[in-house]
T-cell receptor, first 113, second 116 residues
């Protein structure tokens, strides 16, 4: 069975500061990993994904994440936070070639001026 | 590309009535769609997997007679909440698999259901 752990239900940063949202996973097979963002009362938007190949993946809005197999991690980072980044972020995992997603509990990113 | 729509975006219904939520893939064919439920400040919980032309597969604990799923075409899946109760009030989100890119789900904007 797969699982995803997101450390910290809330993360607060100042505008311009580094954003780091943590995600650890467990999977019995090499995983596909995803980060999604959700704004209030909206669906999920894909930020980035890792399937195979380069372990550092870049996504939209300046976000990136690095797949570290030895640490079973896929942390999300952004060098400089914007006010518009304030939202809920979900990490998710799926088996290769099979698309059922298992989501973490989410991390709310708060950005202060 | 890869747009998924949901209708309605919000619905209020009375206890005991039924409500239908539509999920459409607008620019691609989706042999598989998923229905999720999200409670306030919580993660998405998979309710069922909807496959075009066949019966849906429900997750453990989800009442298939209460949450009826129909995937009659490659671009449309519907979720009908039957005999709704206030505890069914939630945010329902669908997603669709682009048949040409089997590992990626595209999510709809969600439907806020309130049962009074």
């Amino acid at each position: 069975a797969q699982s995803v752990t997101q450390l910290g239900s809330h993360v607060s940063v100042s505008e311009g500061a580094l954003v780091l949202l943590r995600c650890n996973y467990s999977s019995s097979v090499p995983p596909y990993l995803f980060w999604y963002v959700q704004y209030p009362n909206q669906g999920l938007q894909l930020l980035l994904k890792y399937t195979t190949g380069a372990t550092l993946v870049k996504g939209i809005n300046g976000f990136e994440a690095e797949f570290k197999k030895s640490e079973t991690s896929f942390h999300l980072t952004k060098p400089s936070a914007h006010m518009s980044d304030a939202a809920e972020y979900f990490c998710a995992v799926s088996d290769q070639g099979y698309s059922t997603l298992t989501f973490g509990k989410g991390t709310m990113l708060l950005v202060s001026p | 590309g890869a747009v998924v729509s949901q209708h309605p975006s919000r619905v209020i219904c009375k206890s005991g009535t039924s409500v239908k939520i539509e999920c459409r893939s607008l620019d691609f064919q989706a042999t598989t769609m998923f229905w999720y439920r999200q409670f306030p400040k919580q993660s998405l919980m998979l309710m069922a997997t909807s496959n075009e032309g066949s019966k849906a597969t429900y997750e453990q604990g989800v009442e298939k007679d209460k949450f009826l799923i129909n995937h009659a075409s490659l671009t449309l899946s519907t979720l009908t909440v039957t005999s709704a109760h206030p505890e069914d009030s939630s945010f329902y989100i669908c997603s669709a698999i682009n048949s040409g890119r089997s590992y990626e789900q595209y999510f709809g904007p969600g439907t806020r259901l309130t049962v009074t």
